[in-house]
């Protein structure tokens, strides 16, 4: 556990020389086995496999962020509202967004030991077998399809169900998982029967295996709270043979040229620090960081590069291209009865195991209408936007869905008269980019994710939106506890005879990112499918950055089993 971790600023003495605290940047070269880039949720698993195989490494994770293990806001789910924002969140902030009405948005990332572990929602939700399989074809290597990232999945899972269906569940990983009802026995929302029969009043059928490779279909929430208890990275997989060196960002990476090979051999700290890495270097430093050090390291685009003076070391035009991120509409309604003590704030709301996880009890995945898709993608391609004929895959799920008994955060009382719903694309098509601004490693990048830019995706989420107030606003199961839609101030309210212009007008005013940002540093195009970097041998990129193809789900599930496998990938090659 972190707790017994080995701190360099605490315990370095008779661990590793004394110069690799030293604030003198001239003088402080020291030695290391492995040095992992970022100590957020693929480091930590990596640092913490790579330790495990060989307590002899010696393996230093390296975190831009403080160890806030000792911060009770990290622990439960409170965290995950009050902690957005704080010391332990980068906070970036986007261009301003053409197809959003240009506003800027918020890009949430974690700057702590644990990372995005430490700030999410704790939702477990695999992409669908279709999603991994997409990006195996892609870049010729089965072994990142889902079949290949199985293995890694359930390597990661301690399931709760693992015995119904052992060969896609884990039962021994570190990362308990496990379902709103199985969490706590007092755990019973009112709601939990009437949106299940509103959905099924629209044709929808319950899916008891929508972590199994299908998505499509009702299916029970997944969470990795354990007891209402978060389970970062840094604490679920153990550090104990780990040299762990926080609040200490990185600079750049040093590459050396000899015998007409480029290799990656020193991480250079903020502070000028110098560390070299005997074997190897990893950058987990997520979608933002890992594409601006590489920048900042000469490894990008040569004209950004040049234009702040920084030496080109290996050109490539796809670094920090391919942004992509899971863009949704969060929407808020009045209920009919809150003294019924339907959502948090009202009567019998003061059971705790009410708070052991987010307030809800399903995830709704659906598909397009092929007439619908067929349009749109018609449209996308002769403007030369997408051409992804996997898209029309059977079963191919496009938006999820989610309705919470509380208004999660919007300018409303929480006395139990509102509830939220979230719609999100799940398989967005719409690509941006991050660029540096400076030479720079503390000012942040130039990121513009490009929202909401495609036809598909503007159909999809608008579909999605329309199916939302059906459910809750025509069926009969849902118009019993739903009364309206509560809009934003200054919106009309939207209702299921509402245009789709209507609903897309919404969406561009009120359409937010779900913090699931990823692609900037695509497999196939800046490393391969081991996770090399192209053209620079001794450094490989492991975190979401690396994603060629959007996934849908909730990224932990699918980061923790990459992380698996690129440790081994790692400890292979070694």
Request: hydrophobic share 40%; with cysteine; glycine share 8%.
């Amino acid at each position: 556990m972190l707790s017994a971790a080995k701190t360099l600023q605490s315990t370095l003495e008779g661990l590793v020389p004394s110069a690799l605290t030293s604030t003198k940047a001239d003088t402080s070269v020291e030695e290391v086995d492995y040095v992992i880039v970022g100590g957020g949720l693929t480091g930590c698993v990596i640092a913490s496999r790579l330790s495990e195989h060989d307590p002899n490494l010696r393996v230093l994770l390296v975190e831009a962020g403080i160890d806030a293990s000792d911060n009770p806001q990290t622990k439960d789910i409170g965290g995950a509202f009050t902690l957005a924002g704080s010391d332990l969140d980068y906070n970036y902030k986007t261009t301003p967004q053409a197809n959003t009405n240009d506003r800027v948005h918020t890009a949430t990332a974690g700057k702590v030991l644990g990372g995005s572990s430490i700030l999410n929602y704790g939702l477990w939700a695999r992409g669908d077998a279709r999603d991994y399989d997409q990006w195996a074809m892609l870049v010729g290597d089965e072994r990142w399809s889902y079949n290949g990232l199985l293995p890694y999945f359930r390597k990661s899972e301690n399931h709760f169900n693992a015995n119904q269906a052992p060969e896609h569940r884990g039962s021994d990983g570190p990362i308990r998982v496990t379902s709103v009802l199985e969490s706590d026995i007092k755990r019973r929302y009112a709601l939990r029967e009437p949106i299940k029969a509103a959905w099924q009043d629209l044709g929808l059928e319950i899916n008891p295996r929508g972590d199994c490779g299908t998505l499509q279909g009702i299916c029970e929430a997944l969470e990795n709270w354990d007891d209402g208890e978060r389970q970062p990275s840094n604490l679920a997989y153990s550090l104990k043979n780990v040299v762990v060196l926080a609040n200490a960002p990185v600079h750049k990476i040093s590459v050396d040229s000899s015998d007409n090979e480029l290799r990656a051999s020193s991480v250079i700290l903020a502070d000028g620090r110098r560390i070299k890495a005997r074997k190897e270097i990893v950058l987990s430093a997520g979608t933002f960081k890992t594409p601006q050090i590489l920048m900042l390291s000469g490894l990008g685009p040569a004209g950004l590069l040049s234009s702040h003076s920084i030496p080109v070391v290996k050109e490539n035009v796809e670094v920090g291209n391919n942004y992509f991120d899971h863009f949704a509409l969060f929407q808020i309604w009045k209920l009919r009865n809150p003294e019924k003590g339907l959502s948090s704030g009202g009567p019998g709301w003061d059971d705790p195991a009410f708070f052991k996880g987010l307030p809800f009890d399903w995830t709704v995945n659906e598909g397009m209408p092929s007439e619908l898709l067929v349009s749109a993608l018609h449209s996308d391609a002769a403007n030369g936007k997408v051409n992804d004929q996997s898209l029309m895959d059977p079963g191919k799920s496009f938006v999820e869905t989610m309705v919470f008994y509380s208004p999660v955060g919007a300018p409303v009382p929480v006395d139990g008269s509102y509830v939220a719903t979230s719609t999100m694309l799940l398989v967005p098509t719409s690509r941006g980019s991050l660029q540096i601004v400076s030479s720079s490693p503390n000012d942040p990048p130039a990121i513009d994710p490009n929202f909401y830019d495609t036809e598909v995706d503007r159909t999809a989420l608008t579909h999605g939106v329309r199916r939302i107030l059906r459910v809750l606003l025509k069926t009969e199961s849902g118009k019993k506890y739903i009364e309206r839609e509560e809009a934003p101030e200054g919106m009309p309210s939207l209702s299921a005879d509402s245009s789709d212009a209507d609903i897309d007008a919404r969406i561009r005013m009120a359409g937010v990112s779900h913090a699931h940002a990823a692609g900037t540093a695509a497999m196939g195009k800046v490393v391969d499918t081991r996770l090399r970097v192209y053209g620079i041998a001794g450094l490989r990129v492991a975190d979401a950055s690396v994603l060629p193809v959007a996934i849908g789900g909730h990224p932990q599930a699918t980061l923790y089993g990459l992380a698996e496998q690129a440790a081994d990938m790692i400890l292979q090659d070694k």
